[in-house]
Every structure is written in structure tokens, then in C-alpha cells.
């Protein structure tokens, strides 16, 4: 199937979103056009959850496999029974703490929604986001708004509406740009259709706000070659968010590392390519003189989420041939940040012993 349409950007102010602007989308939505919209995790690419059609070309214009389940945005708590059903009472104390936010709950899913939402499966994931413009969107279409992220199958995810139109300029009626997206990585992923609460991506949410209200959660992310054809939740492959250049993580004690770093871009640069790094501004001094280009990740933990994405599409535009980053710290947005770039690297993990050795 084949989708095209003429690109419409509207730019909107997300503290005072123009109500026929989103009126426009809603209504757009409810029949079976596709709206790119900003969220607080990344953009989303959305398209009425009730319909199928709409759903089918949400597949055609990501060129997404058919096996990758999308989830579904909600405004309110009442459209919550419209989608999921036997929604046991800790998905209510999560919504309570958690939503509007970065969290995505896997629950039974109910007939109103269409298989290919769910690629097939009994569970639907569900969130409603925190992004003003979203919301106020979301409650002018009225129905239940199925959205991956909105960049194309397996390249980065976008955080400003300048992404989602490189990626899908004529496949997509509508990008509202509502600005950049504040979280930058996508909202955590909690299935309470298992035993135990487990944690199939780590998000927005950290897992230790998680454990205040389920301390006994699993934490199960999947990192599966890029080849497995039918991949039990395919956002787990590991050729995800990759960008053109090859992107190598470099993992150990920050000295050795960035050591390691250097000497890399510079054997990189020798064999006549270009190099790109990623850091958080404090590692910025550690690479002078080097003939790099640099994308900067700020200086908290929070200012390298929300340029993570955007620091690897720049570099990759550049163009860099080879992309080297430091793994940051695991905990909280940490965790997610090491499960966005060990996918942009598939898996590639440079170990750096404490005590490395003089030529790599
Ligand atoms: O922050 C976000 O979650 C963003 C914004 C737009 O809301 N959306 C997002 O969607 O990241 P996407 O399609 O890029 O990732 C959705 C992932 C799927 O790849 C799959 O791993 C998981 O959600 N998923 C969806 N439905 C599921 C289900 N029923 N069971 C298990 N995993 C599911
Ligand atoms: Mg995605």
C-alpha cells in the first residue's frame, strides 16, 4: 500500500494552541488522516485507534513491519475502558501518579480495537501524554489516537516537528510543530498482563519512580538481532533508532574511555574518515585538537535525553562516517539512555578495560 498526501506544517504555541489548528487535526484524525503531533517524549505519528484503514496507513508511511504494535493515546481516564478491559486496580494507581506522562501501560486489549494496532496480540498499550498540544488535540478528535514515534522504520526518533518532516514530507497530512519535545526519549513501557509488572523499555518514567509503587517489577528489555523475522515485540531489535553512520559505545571508567575515544577518532580520521562525538559538554575539553565534529549533550541528565536523538540525527547529517559515545551513568533516565544507544549502535559495545592497553 502506497500513501501520499500534501504536507501540512502548522505551527502552533504549545501554551496557547490555536483551536482550529487542532479542531482541523481532530477532525482529520477521526477520518482516517494521518497527524504527526508533538508529545513530552518524542513525536508521535497518530492516526484514529478505532479504525483500521487509518491504523494501515500509519505501516505504509513509516514503512513499518506489520509485527510492530503501536500504541494508543488517550486524553482522559473514561476512553481507558473504551480500549483495555479487566484493567486491574494498579493500572488505576499508576495512572494516578504517572499520567498525563511518559508512561505506557500493556493491558488486555477490548474488541473496539483493531488487530493491526496490536500486530495481532490480546494486549494494547496505552498512555496518555503530558504535552499540552497533544492533549488539547486528543480531546478535539474524541477517539482514541493510535501513534508511534514519527520518523521513519528504525531512524531516530524525532523531538522536533524538522525531523518528522524529513522523514515523512508526503505521507502525512498533517505535523503539528509544537516545539521541541522537552523528555526526548520515549515513555516507559510497563506490561501488567504478566505475573510480575515487568518493564519491556525503559523510558521517560525511571524504573525507581516505578518501584515506589510496584517494588517487585521486572525488567525485561529484549535486544534481538536485526534479522529475527518475527521478533516478540520488534521495537526490541536491536538495529533500532540507528542512524547511516556506524555508531560505536564506549563503555568503562570515563578517563580510560575517553582515552580510547581519542585514540579511535584519531585512527578514524588517519584512514580518511569523518568522525562525530557525542558528549555531555564536561567531556567537550578532552577531545581538543581533534579534526571531530561534535554534538553536544548538555550537562545534566535531563539536557542529554532531550538532545540525544537530535545530537545523533545532526552528526549523521554532517555527514559522519563513524559516530563514538560514552555510555552515561545507569540510573534514572540513564537506563533509557543506555537502551537508546546500544540499539543506535546494534549492539556494538567497545569494553574499556580499567588499565587499557597502549594501542587498542
Ligand atoms: O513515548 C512514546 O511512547 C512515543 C510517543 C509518540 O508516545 N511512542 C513510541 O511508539 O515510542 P513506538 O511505536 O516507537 O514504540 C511502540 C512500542 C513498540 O515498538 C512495542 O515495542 C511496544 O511499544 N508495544 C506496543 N504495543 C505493545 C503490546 N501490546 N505489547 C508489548 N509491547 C507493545
Ligand atoms: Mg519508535
Known amino acids: 500500500m502506497t500513501y501520499t498526501a500534501n504536507t501540512f506544517v502548522a505551527k502552533v504555541d504549545r501554551r496557547n494552541p490555536d483551536h482550529q489548528v487542532l479542531a482541523l487535526a481532530g477532525e482529520i484524525l477521526r477520518e482516517g488522516g494521518l497527524v504527526a503531533f508533538p508529545t513530552e517524549t518524542v513525536y508521535g505519528l497518530g492516526a484514529n485507534a478505532l479504525d483500521a484503514d487509518a491504523v494501515a496507513r500509519i505501516f505504509a508511511a513509516k514503512e513499518r513491519p ?10 482522559a481516564l473514561e476512553q481507558l475502558e473504551q480500549i483495555a478491559i479487566e484493567i486491574p486496580v494498579l493500572a488505576y494507581q499508576l495512572a494516578e501518579k504517572f499520567w498525563a506522562g511518559a508512561l505506557t501501560l500493556v493491558l488486555k486489549k477490548s474488541d473496539a480495537i483493531p488487530l493491526n494496532v496490536t500486530a495481532g496480540r490480546n494486549t494494547v498499550a496505552v498512555r496518555m501524554p503530558a504535552h499540552p498540544v497533544a492533549l488539547a488535540m486528543l480531546a478535539k478528535a474524541g477517539v482514541p489516537v493510535g501513534a508511534p514515534s514519527a520518523n521513519r522504520f528504525s531512524r531516530p526518533s524525532p523531538t522536533t516537528a524538522a525531523h518528522v518532516y524529513g522523514d515523512l514530507n508526503g505521507r502525512v497530512d498533517v505535523i503539528i510543530d509544537g516545539g521541541n519535545s522537552d523528555i526526548g526519549v520515549e515513555s516507559t513501557i510497563l506490561d501488567l498482563t504478566t ?8 523510558g521517560g518514567v525511571s524504573l525507581e519512580e516505578l518501584r515506589a509503587i510496584v517494588p517487585a517489577l521486572a525488567f525485561r528489555p529484549q535486544y534481538l ?5 518475527s521478533a516478540p515485540a ?12 556506524e555508531l560505536l559505545l564506549f563503555r568503562g571508567k570515563p578517563d580510560v574511555v575517553i582515552t580510547a575515544m581519542r585514540k579511535t577518532a584519531d585512527q578514524y580520521i588517519t584512514e580518511g574518515k569523518t568522525v562525530g562525538i557525542l558528549a555531555p559538554d564536561a567531556d567537550v575539553l578532552n577531545f581538543e585538537g581533534l579534526n571531530i565534529q561534535i554534538a553536544l549533550l548538555g550537562r545534566t541528565v535531563a539536557e542529554y535525553a532531550a538532545r540525544l536523538f537530535a545530537g545523533i540525527r545532526a ?20 537506563v533509557a539512555l543506555r537502551d537508546r544507544l546500544l540499539r543506535a549502535a546494534e549492539g556494538k559495545v567497545v569494553e574499556v578495560p580499567e588499565h587499557a592497553p597502549e594501542t587498542l
Open 195 to 202: 505475573p510480575v509488572p515487568t518493564v519491556l523499555r525503559p
Open 225 to 229: 538481532p536485526a534479522d529475527v523475522e
Open 315 to 334: 552528526l549523521d547529517d554532517m555527514p559522519s562516517d563513524i559516530i563514538l559515545v560514552r555510555e552515561p551513568d545507569d540510573d534514572g533516565l540513564g
Open 66 to 75: 506489520a509485527n510492530d504494535p503501536v500504541i494508543v493515546h488517550i486524553h
Open 234 to 245: 520488534p521495537g526490541s531489535l536491536i538495529k533500532h533508532y540507528s542512524p547511516n553512520a
